[in-house]
């Protein structure tokens, strides 16, 4: 990657400069990259870099990942559930060497949505939860639906809704019904947002499958062919239902400014150039493009003044409380989003559909900038002997003998991904009021060393709430005087030196 002066920064430099709690962002701004695409049961692509903007000069914080028609047919779909489907790989590979944790993911049949962040604001995302509502055949089937990850950001609570809603011109209204009914019974705790529509700001994005309604086919080409998408924006079917549907004024989206994303002739640039066989077996016309790819977002508005009270057994005192303490935060810790960027790529090819891209500024007051746990190791570490952790809270948290502080390489992936962990309650050798000493055997400690960090994992926040400094573990002397070859090393110290 490339420095804005045009000198080249390695990998292990920006791997460095995103763990370094040190260096965590202070400022208030950041940038979310957000990309849908239905891949139409693909393999992935040798290359996402352009998808991902990996040579851009500005960084992502975060990115959100959501695709549609992921390969599920029941062998593959069960060999993904055991591993990690090829997709979920392409992504994480990608990502981590340039300092990304993937820090959540849920998967309902083709139904896939990921988020990464940098690793330096990993300890201050929070009660992260994850859901998915079905809504093909009658609500048995997950080939249609919804799912979602939501999780506090800086203790700002957010909410990602990937969608996959019902196809072809005719059922536009079944798309919004099947929208609110995933609205309506997609829960998550605690109760202070414990519907998607509570959080702070929320993201709806997917195959929404909403068409281009009226206009014949030559019409809908000569415009896309000029550039003139405003002349098509009035009969997107979007748009229509947005001036009667009250849940879909409430959500904001950019200006289509670019090609609509269906339906492509596969490795082309296109359209739609063959007939399709019926259920009867006629032929039937070409699928006119559409815009059925969307991204779109709402921030939560201000809570009015409590109305007044008629109902006697209703405390409105209590509802006055609550309101008022809703305003007061959201005059001290603001929240504010700008679209930067949306369109498409029409590089790839291996879907009918192409992907598209939002580029957003939050900005937001961090209502914490001190982690959980402040954690690191103590002295040398080696296979020579054995070492200590040392931990020590920062503020209150809900610690319990199920946490525990992984060891993981600079670089690494997802939470899973670490070399080897060590219970905080069955391991601790000693403790006082502020730190608390951790034992790690050397058997478990990488022969061949090499550079790693310390995570403590908080199982029931059920996420990182503290992350060391990089440090480096040395190779073992005793390994290299006895010649030991790294194939009879044991998997462990393989997956250091990869």
Known sequence: MENDDGTKEDTQSQVNNSVSMENC???????????????????PPDDISSLLHLNSPKTPDLYVIGLQEV??????????????????????????????????????????????????????????????????????????????????????MLCFLNCHLAAHMQ???????????????????????????????????????????DHGMHFLRNCITSHKFNLLWSKDQLTMMKKKEAVLQEFDEGPLDFQPTYKFDRFSDRYDSRSHR???????????????????????????????????????????????QQQEEEEEFPLRLKQDSYTSNMEYGVSDHKPVIGIFT?????????????????????????????????????????????????????????????WVKDDEVSFNDELTQVYVSKDEIPVLGGECVLCYYCSTLQCIVGISSPFKVQESKVAVEEGLAPENINGLDKATAS
């Open 171 to 213: 059922y536009a209204s079944q798309r919004v019904d099947e929208f609110e009914y995933i609205l309506d019974t997609q829960t998550f705790d605690p109760k202070e947002s414990s519907h998607i529509l509570d959080h702070k700001l929320v993201f709806w994005f997917g195959d929404l499958n909403f068409r281009i309604q």
């Open 278 to 324: 019926t259920w009867f077996g006629f032929h039937g016309k070409m699928r006119k493009p559409a815009w059925t790819d969307r991204i779109l977002w709402r921030v939560k508005p201000k809570e009015p003044p409590p109305e007044e009270e008629k109902d006697e057994d209703r405390d409105s005192g209590l509802d006055e409380k609550n309101t008022k």
């Open 362 to 422: 939050l900005e937001l007051r961090k209502m914490y900038e001190t982690p959980l746990v402040r954690v690191y190791a103590e002295g040398e570490w080696s296979a020579d002997f054995d070492a200590m952790v040392i931990y020590s809270p920062l503020q209150p948290f809900p610690s319990s003998a199920w946490d525990w502080i992984g060891l993981y390489k600079v670089g690494f992936r997802s939470v899973s991904d670490y070399i080897t962990y060590t």
């Open 71 to 156: 390969y599920a047919a029941p062998h593959r779909f069960i060999i993904d559930m055991a591993v990690e489907d090829s997709w979920s790989h392409l992504f994480m590979s990608s990502l981590a060497p340039r300092g990304y944790l993937k820090v959540s993911s849920v998967r309902m049949q083709g139904l896939l949505l990921l988020v990464f962040s940098k690793l330096a604001h990993v300890p201050f995302i929070r009660d992260i939860q994850d859901t998915y509502t079905r809504t093909g055949i009658f609500g048995y089937w997950g080939n249609k639906g919804g799912v979602s990850i939501r999780l506090s950001f800086y203790g700002h």
């Open 25 to 43: 962002c202070n400022e208030d701004t950041f940038r979310l990259h957000m990309v849908t695409w239905n891949v139409a049961t693909a393999d």
